[in-house]
């Protein structure tokens, strides 16, 4: 028997540790592998790419916001895996009739070691979970290393179209932001904010405009349309997973950022 405390500060009480899990979270199925738990992994979502074989040998339960609750219910699951932000409360709420349900709150990288070791003890693996901490606290330092005579740029990130919306504050995306010496112009403006690209230069006429390939497949041809509301601002398309998805996924975003920096420089 143990009780741990989830992120968002919810206890939950196990006789023993989970053996069959269902993950709502992209980033953290992913995350999961890492850690050795597929065995144990028996749903997941359509949005769940990585590792790659994962939608041809688990049980695919919907998105993240729309869940199949019924289907969730018929693997019998022992813990499902959630995200403040990814999932609804709404969604939690309903998940927790089924079974124990584990969310997870990532804002800062601080939190991202957090829930790893979380994800030790709660799964048993612990000696895994400090292997990737240790890795990626290793990475993080020699970014740190990397990036500090950098100066700080303005940068906008954009995540959708139609409206356009942005990265604002208080999400991790402005997190790794701030870490690469990176100034977001709208990170006063709430936490993903509608935006009128015609007002961007009065908005903070940033040095950089980033198009996220996800959750909106950003194109070069969106990058033309937003360059014409910018004299100086250099449009660029920038992998969504790298500055999105925490987790293990963390540890291949420093080597990204590093040739994100050296393609900037040129």
Not at 135 to 163: E, G, H, M
Not at 175 to 180: D, F, I, T
Not at 201 to 230: A, C, H, M, R, W
């Amino acid at each position: 028997m143990k009780t741990l405390i989830d992120q968002i500060g919810a206890t939950h009480t196990f006789e023993n540790s989970p053996q069959r899990i269902v993950s709502l979270v992209p980033s953290q199925t992913e995350l999961l592998y890492e850690l050795g738990q597929e065995s144990k992994i028996v749903g997941i979502t359509k949005f769940c790419v990585h590792p790659y074989h994962f939608k041809s040998t688990k049980k695919l339960v919907g998105g993240t916001k729309k869940v199949p609750y019924e289907k969730i219910r018929l693997l019998n699951p022992d813990v499902i895996i959630c995200n403040k932000e990814e999932n609804t409360k709404e969604i939690v709420e309903e998940l927790s009739k089924i079974c124990p349900v584990w969310v997870t709150n990532i804002i800062t990288v601080e939190d991202n070691f957090q829930m790893i070791t979380d994800f030790g003890q709660l799964l048993n693996c612990r000696t895994e979970a400090q292997k990737w901490n240790d890795k990626l606290a290793f990475a993080l330092s020699d970014f740190q290393n990397f990036i500090k005579d950098t100066p700080i740029r303005k940068v906008a990130y954009f995540i959708w179209k139609k409206p356009y919306m942005v990265a604002g504050s208080d999400n991790f995306i402005n997190e790794l932001l701030k870490l690469n010496h990176f100034k977001n112009i709208y990170d006063s403006k709430g936490r993903y904010p509608e935006v009128a690209i015609e007002e961007i230069v009065q908005d903070g006429d940033p040095d950089f405009i980033f198009l996220s390939s996800e959750p909106y497949p950003f194109k070069k041809e969106d990058g033309y349309e937003i360059s014409n509301y910018t004299d100086k601002a250099e449009t660029i398309l920038v992998d969504g997973e790298m500055f999105s998805w925490y987790g293990s996924r963390l540890l291949k975003a420093f080597d990204y950022f590093k040739m994100l920096h050296r393609i900037l420089e040129k």
